[in-house]
Structures are given as structure tokens and as C-alpha cells.
């Protein structure tokens, strides 16, 4: 299976920074990378598929880039409703694997 | 606009059986690939089964491969998870999942989810 890694796990961080989240996969899976937002209590919601491609409706102050093994979420100016946990998630091969999450709180 | 609505979560014994339904609305249920992923409590997430949108093909976590059964009934617009032989470990919140296309063994999109049912595996 191929493995996901995150980092930070969490990071504390203000409204109005930008904001850097790192996935990387254990073997290369071209672009087949999708990030998703989860709250507490709710279910993901996705925002970036295929590394790079925003999910329609997605605000577009939330980014995605790379390719192969390392992949970077971007949220360049952080609002109060982007404090939540993030997953990175491989659909390169099966089995789906997901990245064990990076939380995102008020500093 | 899309609905899929999870039941059947509860409270079980362990080596009992229990079955998921999520009840999908406001897309063509047998155009698109459906999954289950789940999340024990305050864990992330782990991906355990996919149908692909004609229900010919199906795949599972190790972790419940050989107990849990993946389904789909067109006529009804609902997914299901029969999981059998069920122990501690299954603990967690159960999502159906919308793949944005047909549900193969690769580039599996969750576009959109439902807000889960809670299984509890305890004596």
C-alpha cells in the first residue's frame, strides 16, 4: 500500500497568514492527489483534486502543487472558517489511502 | 442538489453482523462509483470499500476483506455495507461516499460525502 505522510500535524496560525501543509507519498503517484477539509463533527468536504485542480465552489485562496511524492496545500490568507483538520488522500492505486491529517487552529 | 444519507450504525456485539444503508438523491446513482470510509473516534480517516458505477467491480480494505460486502441497488438509489464477524476495531463513524466518476480501483474523487453513522462494536 502506498503511505501518506503529513506535515505539521497541527499548527496554530492567525487569520490572515498563509498557510503551508505538506503530503508526502511513500512512492510516486503522478498527480492522482486530492486534499479535503474536515470540522468537527462533519464530514470532509473536498477541495483540491488532482494536486492542483480547485473543486468548484472552493474559495480561491486554497491551492494545491506538486507531483510524484511531495504535494503542498496553500491557503494564502487564512479566514476564521478555514480552522479545521486537512487530509491529503492518494487515488494513484488501490488500495485509497489518506494522510493522517494536519489541524489547523487559532493561534 | 446531491443527498446521501446514512442508517443502520448502533450498537453491536462483537462477531455479530449489521448492515449500512445510504440513500443517494439529486444525481444519476448508477452513473457514478460509491464508497464507504470511516473514521474511528478521533482518528483520521480509512478508506474501506468501492462499487463501481454498474456494480461490476468492488474493492476492500485488507482490514475487512472477506467480512464486509459492498452493494448497490439502482432501483432504490441506496449503497450498503454488510459487515459481518465485526470486532472493537470496526468502531467508527461510517460515510458513503460519491466518487466524481465511475468507482475503479484508481483516480477515486470524493466529491461528496454523507454526514456518517456512528457503529459501536462493544460487549
Known amino acids: 500500500d502506498i503511505q501518506m505522510t503529513q506535515s505539521p500535524s497541527s499548527l496554530s496560525a492567525s487569520v490572515g497568514d498563509r498557510v503551508t501543509i505538506t503530503c508526502r507519498a511513500s512512492?510516486?503517484?503522478?498527480?492522482?492527489l486530492n486534499w479535503y477539509q474536515q470540522k468537527p463533527g462533519k464530514a470532509p468536504k473536498v477541495l483540491i483534486y488532482?494536486?492542483?485542480s480547485l473543486q468548484s465552489g472552493v474559495p480561491s485562496r486554497f491551492s494545491g502543487s506538486g507531483s510524484g511524492t511531495d504535494f503542498t496545500l496553500t491557503i494564502s490568507s487564512l479566514q476564521p472558517e478555514d480552522f479545521a483538520t486537512y487530509y491529503c488522500q492518494q487515488s494513484s492505486t488501490s488500495p485509497v489511502t489518506f494522510g493522517p491529517g494536519t489541524k489547523v487552529d487559532i493561534k | 442538489q446531491v443527498q446521501l444519507v446514512e442508517s443502520g450504525g448502533g450498537v453491536v456485539q462483537p462477531g455479530r453482523s449489521l448492515r449500512l444503508s445510504c440513500a443517494a438523491s439529486g444525481f444519476t446513482f448508477s452513473n457514478y462509483g460509491m464508497h464507504w470510509v470511516r473514521q474511528a473516534p478521533g482518528k483520521g480517516l480509512e478508506w474501506v470499500a468501492v462499487i463501481s458505477y454498474d456494480g461490476s467491480n468492488k474493492y476492500y480494505a485488507d482490514s475487512v476483506k472477506g467480512r464486509f460486502t459492498i452493494s448497490r441497488d439502482v432501483s432504490k438509489n441506496t449503497l450498503f455495507l454488510q459487515m459481518n464477524s465485526l470486532r472493537a476495531e470496526d468502531t467508527a463513524v461510517y460515510f458513503c461516499?460519491?466518487?466524481?466518476?465511475?468507482?475503479?480501483?484508481?483516480?477515486?474523487?470524493?466529491?461528496?460525502w454523507g454526514q456518517g453513522t456512528l457503529l459501536t462494536v462493544s460487549s
Open positions: 512512492r510516486g503517484i503522478t498527480s492522482y
Open positions: 488532482g494536486a492542483s
Open positions: 461516499a460519491k466518487d466524481q466518476g465511475r468507482g475503479y480501483n484508481y483516480g477515486s474523487i470524493f466529491d461528496h
